[in-house]
């Protein structure tokens, strides 16, 4: 069942790269949310260790404001396999002990030193859409190309194996290291 979930997300991942995002009628914002909103939804199926690709529902967490939230709702509201999808929203970092993965939204630029520290106590992904993210210390960045035409997903490996955490190699191919 997983290798259905790979192949889809490889396909959506190829796509993205290959800059079919731009294709995307404006306005570009709500395009970039709806996308950001299936990786982090689609995520979990890449990720081995904690084990979260089997999960039938990982526990997805949303720390802050980042645009992301409607394009999540609708997300939920329209999945038809077996998975179930449920994000939490979060005040605080301290309220994230039982999440598998952490989106931090853009609010929480100026608190993500801190956020970071007190996330990297367990093995969870950490993911959001601010810029230098994964060079900050942050697992996932999901990166809206300059040139608007898709989402590059950068990934810092060293922190996710420091947090006991990997990823499918599907899933680093397709991915960048930070600062590239």
Not at 9 to 16: K, S
Not at 29 to 56: G, I, R, T
Not at 100 to 106: E, L, S, W
Request: net charge neutral; glycine share 8%; aromatic share 6%.
């Amino acid at each position: 069942m997983w290798r259905r979930y790979a192949r889809a997300l490889a396909g959506l991942l190829a796509g993205l790269c290959c800059g079919l995002a731009a294709a995307q009628p404006p306005p570009h914002a709500a395009s970039e949310q709806a996308l950001k909103a299936v990786l982090l939804f689609k995520l979990p199926l890449f990720v081995y260790e904690p084990p979260l690709e089997d999960a039938p529902s990982p526990s997805i967490c949303h720390l802050g404001r980042s645009g992301l939230e409607d394009a999540l709702a609708q997300l939920q509201r329209s999945i038809t396999d077996e998975r179930t999808f449920s994000v939490r929203y979060l005040d605080d970092a301290a309220q994230a002990a039982d999440c598998d993965m952490v989106f931090i939204g853009n609010s929480e630029r100026h608190r993500l030193g801190a956020i970071l520290s007190q996330l990297h106590r367990r093995p969870q992904v950490t993911v959001s859409d601010i810029k230098g993210f994964a060079q900050s210390g942050g697992i996932v960045e999901l990166l809206v190309r300059s040139e608007g035409t898709g989402i590059d997903i950068v990934i810092n490996q060293r922190v996710a194996r420091e947090r006991g955490v990997s990823f499918s190699a599907q899933l680093l191919r397709l991915a960048r290291p930070p600062g590239d």
